[in-house]
């Protein structure tokens, strides 16, 4: 019992990291985008 509750917390923790850097790379990439209009911005979007 005890593992599979560990094993339902580390699977929960993980979606929250996994959900926290997703957002914070858009939120990023939207600032690159916002900041550095269509040129730059979108080369790098492009390649990634």
């Not at 990439?29 to 269509?38: A, C, F, P």
Request: charged share 25%.
């Amino acid at each position: 019992m005890k593992t599979d509750k560990y094993d339902i917390l580390w699977r929960k923790e993980r979606t929250i990291i996994v959900f926290y850097l997703l957002t914070s790379l858009y939120v990023f990439l939207k600032e690159i985008k916002s900041n550095w209009g269509n040129g730059i911005g979108l080369q790098i979007l492009n390649y990634s």
